[in-house]
């Protein structure tokens, strides 16, 4: 069975102890019945540990929301990938509109090699401003797939691709990728990740969408969108909204 993965992103939405250790027992529970769902939270870094004892002996991993270009050394307030190894995260979240803004291409392309060489796997995220008529948006999401992996290794770290739109992140339902584009866009990326990869290599590298996903726009996404699973912003931060999605994802 193709498993179906779910990522959240809690950003600073979760900022206490307790409601992380909540939400992801309650997440831990829920996902125990569900076979055809994995799952991996991404909370803010002080809360890692709290998240990885709360979900030990289950199969929900924990990521990280960014990594440091920088392995070791002298960076001050960095959070190192093999740090986060050592602490037992899984993901690497990189790209992220959010931080794109003060990360340029070279730095995207660093934290990937960075967390490659820690033993993370990676989460790449891409996604344009705005769409084009023209088709602008495409070469973007090109450009910013073959610079994020120039160095990126055929084989031995797990990659996966979420394309987040950053006109749909933080909206309503209504304004999320439609399936169609959504569709179209997957397609691109497979094909873009052919020209990176080999075709077998390249088949396997699961395309996620974000981008105000929620229990009413998830199905519809799954089906007709041509992606593999989700990344999920503000809905993961909150038992409901996330069960949700799981509920309507599930086999
Ligand atoms: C995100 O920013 O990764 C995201 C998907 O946000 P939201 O679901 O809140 O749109």
């Known amino acids: 069975m193709k498993k179906i993965l779910i990522a959240g992103n809690w950003k600073l939405y979760v900022t206490e102890v307790e409601d992380a250790k909540n939400l992801a027992s309650q997440l831990k529970r829920k996902i125990s019945k569900i076979t055809n769902i994995d799952t991996v939270l991404m909370p803010t870094a002080p809360l890692i540990s709290t998240v990885s004892a709360a979900v030990k002996k289950s199969s929900i991993a924990v990521g990280a929301q960014t990594v440091s270009p920088f392995l070791d050394g002298a960076h001050t307030g960095y959070e190192s990938a093999a740090a986060l190894k050592s602490a037992g995260v899984k993901w ?9 803004a003060q990360e340029s291409e070279d ?76 569709e179209e866009m997957s397609i691109f990326i497979r094909r873009a990740l052919t020209e990176l990869f080999d075709r077998t290599a390249a ?39 996330l069960f949700e999605i799981i509920d309507a994802c599930k086999a």
């Open 107 to 182: 730095v995207i392309q660093a934290q990937v090699q960075a967390a490659v060489k820690a033993g993370l796997s990676v989460m790449l995220c891409v996604g344009e401003a705005e769409r084009d008529p023209q088709g602008a948006h495409f070469s973007l999401i090109e450009r910013q797939l073959s610079s994020a992996l120039a160095h990126f290794p055929a084989k031995g770290t797990k990659l996966v691709i979420a394309y987040e739109p950053v006109w749909a992140i933080g909206k309503s339902a209504a304004e999320a990728c439609k399936p169609a584009d959504l």
């Open 203 to 241: 088949t396997k590298i699961p395309i996620l969408y974000g981008g105000s996903v929620d229990g009413s726009n998830v199905h519809e996404l799954l089906t007709q969108g041509g992606v593999s699973g989700f990344l999920v912003g503000r809905a993961s931060a909150n038992a409901k909204s």
């Open 92 to 100: 690497a979240l990189v790209g992220h509109s959010e931080r794109r």
